[in-house]
């Protein structure tokens, strides 16, 4: 295979800097939650592309997108390249976006070589991987990999109480087509780093072996309302202490695994009724653990779960466990990440071996189907914030790589 084939670099910024136009957030980054106005202003500009370059474009029954440029075998599985258009409240100009607008620009550029291949290419964005408005994260993969239902999706709330598929009906994405239950022959996903370990060592392409197990859990706190002024301290059942003791709790058993490179995190707040003057009588307090190793992670949550009754007794509250979820407990394709190896190796581009500490969509789909992501520098680590950046020139040799592997696989 030639070693010469790049991508269109000032295209595929000018398709990032659309993307950024849409949903910008105070200081420039991007506020584009999964399901509202701007996402469907970016879901039609990403059909619009699709269009533009007589991709045919499927939507399927939770509002995953997929664009399909055909193969001369087209009965054979296809690849796929994937991430997802949806940002955190204060979400960065790249995280995810970069992944789906590379995926475009590789089907461009075999466009423009005129370059046929055996297996159809299909580029994927997928509905609601950040869980910035419907957790868990990674929902609509989650279900297309089998592991839970479509109605278990479209029966998910955000927090002002509005159902996934009264969501996903209100901007017009409500598919067609099935939710998964398709054989794919690869999926490959390029994402920035969304930590500092390529930028500080000046390594363009991470290839990522696995991920960092990881823990979710929404923790209820049943407690009652009453007067903050004439209610004594000893009948009072304060949800919000009982919530307040369990994060603290969470934030001592991070610290006391920090050493392992382990985070233990307390994320979210919501109360009710949330008013001065009122005692809160619930709490749903969402909480996040990840560890290097499951055994680390396994510890932590035995930890937590011995600090719950303490902190019910000591809150006169009643605490649960009300929702627990996980992942990052697999590894990538072997063969894939020989394929990454082999390429960046041939086409003379300097490589890290990582794993991921952030959830990604690969990870649902690595456990139905060959699997394999490639990161490539932020600047500073900075993510999850307005502030995440990104060099083009960096940024392109594993744009380059993901083309030359996904060229080579689709002519399997």
Known sequence: MPTNLSVNGSRLWDTLMVSASIGTGPRGGLRRLTLTEPDRLMRDQLGAWA?????????????????RRPGTAPDLPPVLIGSHLDTQWAGGRFDGILGVLAGLEVLRTLDDLGIATKRSIEVVNWTNEEGARFSPPMLCSL???????????????????????????????????????????????LHIEQGPALDAA??????????????????AVDGETAHTGPTPMAER????????MVAVAVNEIGWAHADTDAKATAARLDLVPNLPGTLSEYAELFIDMRAPALETLETMKASLHAALPDCAARS????????????????????L??????????????????????????????????????????????????????ALDATLPGVTVLLHAVLARANR
């Open 337 to 390: 990440i020989g394929l990454l190896r082999e390429t960046a190796g041939r086409l003379n581009v300097p490589t890290m071996d990582l794993r991921s500490q952030a959830g990604h969509d690969a990870y649902h789909v690595a456990r139905v189907a060959p699997a394999c992501m490639i990161f490539t520098p932020c600047r500073g680590g900075i993510t999850h914030n307005e502030a995440e950046d990104i």
């Open 237 to 244: 059942r304060n949800a919000l202490v009982g919530a307040a």
């Open 202 to 219: 000046g390594v363009p392409v991470g290839i990522v072996t696995g991920g960092y197990p990881s823990c979710g859990m929404r923790i």
């Open 316 to 335: 006169r509250t009643a605490i649960r466990v009300a929702e627990e979820w996980g992942f990052g407990v697999f590894s990538f394709d072997d063969g």
């Open 51 to 67: 269009r533009e370059g007589g991709y045919a474009l499927t939507v399927d029954r939770l509002g995953s997108m997929t664009l």
């Open 143 to 189: 279900a297309w990999s089998g592991q839970q239902t479509p109605e278990w999706v479209e029966g998910r709330v955000d927090r002002d109480g509005t159902r996934f598929s009264d969501a996903l009906a209100a901007i017009g994405y409500r598919g067609p087509e099935p939710v998964g239950g398709r054989t794919i022959d690869a999926y490959f996903e």
